[in-house]
């Protein structure tokens, strides 16, 4: 089987199995964020050892990134995202041990580094399939399948927001949420094709092992590529440092309730999924470098407004505007990397990409922590507006290169 072989119904299944995969991870994450001002108290720590908490979480990401090429190319994406999600699903459990059950923050560090790995490689998964669907489908939608990650994090924020105000017991709630991502993943993975991978992959001449190796490492030569890595590590540091460190922010900066920090962090992921919505038809009239250097200039403002803002409302709008910039680097990145016919290279590219962005992922929490610690944390939230402003000038490095192909007929 092939995309050419797929029907226009199979290829929308295969679209919308994608959808669910992206929900999944968003709502996974969402989760634990809505809770990590409750973890802090539970556990007892400062700013500083959160965001050692963090890197381990950040650590296991990385790790799951480089993971995710020889994984896919042993068992296949769709096997593959079945079993990393599953591993996120373990992840968010041992979070709920170590916090309520052993109040232990070594165990919440296990459970993190396992949600972590599972999310880096699905991230790198589900991108690689996504960008596969859009181009056999014949039109943008890497940012509407962000949006449902979003989607998945307003969610995910939601319920977290919920739990936090009935003072559910974090052990209950990620539980509950483990067994809602491994059960949803379990259901849509049926729809996503089983041979299109490996019909791609006959297609593409075989070479030996150390050839594929060597071309593989070759991508990191590109400096387009590279660039379009800085535009994925400011706009990946500027959202992830908001899953990060908004709820806490918006509670220790603006001395705030945890329901609150909570609910701030609602209001940026759900800017964040409007940004991403009317993402693709902006995208299709202006073009990607446009679009990115508008984006970095909201991100700018809203970073601005959330770190200075007067009165806590004002925080709330920067918030707003925070998320609507930082809404589109993360997909147009993705979609410029996989921008090869090649299947082989495209999720070496798409996974080079994705290790630089989340390096903002691995480097940034203890970074900000640390200066958070020193400084107070919204001015170490500085550092995200430099490096957005970094991300803003790389853009025309995602120039589009290649057009997408026509769906099939019905």
């Known amino acids: 089987m092939t995309t050419t072989t797929l029907t226009l119904r199979q290829l929308h299944a295969w679209r919308n199995a994608i959808f669910v995969i992206f929900a999944l991870s968003g709502v996974s994450i969402a989760s634990w964020v809505a809770r990590l001002p409750a973890v802090r108290d539970q556990l007892g720590i400062d700013t500083a ?67 972590g790995f599972g999310n880096g490689a699905v991230d790198v998964m589900m991108n690689v399939e996504g960008a596969a669907a859009e181009r056999a489908i014949g039109k943008t939608l890497m940012p509407l399948m962000h949006a449902f990650f979003s989607f998945g994090t307003v969610a995910g924020a939601g319920i977290g927001a919920l739990a936090s105000a009935l003072s559910v017991p974090v052990i209950a709630h990620l539980a509950v949420m483990a067994v809602v991502v491994l059960v949803a993943v379990v259901v849509a993975i049926r729809f996503v094709p089983k041979g299109v991978e490996a019909a791609e992959l006959d297609d593409t001449p075989k070479k030996p092992l150390r050839e594929r190796l060597v071309e593989s490492l070759g991508v990191w030569r590109d400096l387009r590529l590279l660039a379009i890595g800085l535009i994925m590590l400011g706009m990946a540091f500027a959202e992830g440092s908001a899953n990060d460190w908004l709820a806490i922010a918006m509670v220790d900066g603006y001395d705030q309730s945890n329901t609150t920090g909570a609910i701030a962090f609602g209001v940026f992921t759900v800017s964040m999924t409007v ?51 930082s809404s589109l680097g993360f997909p147009v990145g993705m979609s410029a990397a996989a921008d090869t016919p090649d299947p082989q290279r495209s999720a070496a590219r798409v996974s080079a990409v994705a290790i630089i962005g989340y390096t903002a992922f691995l480097v940034g929490p203890p970074v900000i922590g640390l200066l958070g610690h020193e400084f107070g944390i919204l001015n170490g939230l500085l550092l995200v507006l430099v490096l957005v402003v ?20 019905p």
Do not use: H, K, N
Not at 72 to 94: H, K, Y
Not at 282 to 295: A, E, I, K, Q
């Open 49 to 115: 050892q959160v965001g050692l908490l963090i890197f381990a979480m950040s650590a296991g990401s990385v790790i799951g990134l480089i993971a995710a090429p020889p994984i896919m190319a042993r068992i296949g994406a769709r096997a593959g995202m079945v079993i990393v999600l599953g591993l996120v699903s373990v992840g968010l459990v041992g979070i709920g041990l170590g916090t309520d059950t052993l109040v232990s923050p070594a165990v919440v560090a296990i459970g993190l580094a396992f949600f």
């Open 275 to 325: 940004g991403r919505v009317a993402g693709g038809p902006v995208l299709d009239r202006f073009g990607r470098v446009p679009v990115l250097r508008v984006s970095a200039a909201l991100a700018v403002l809203g970073l601005l407004l959330f770190i200075f803002a007067p009165a806590p409302w004002l925080a709330f709008v920067g918030a707003a505007f925070w998320a609507l910039g």
């Open 390 to 409: 970094l991300a803003g000038l790389a853009s025309p490095a995602a120039r589009e290169r290649a057009p997408l192909e026509a769906a099939p007929s």
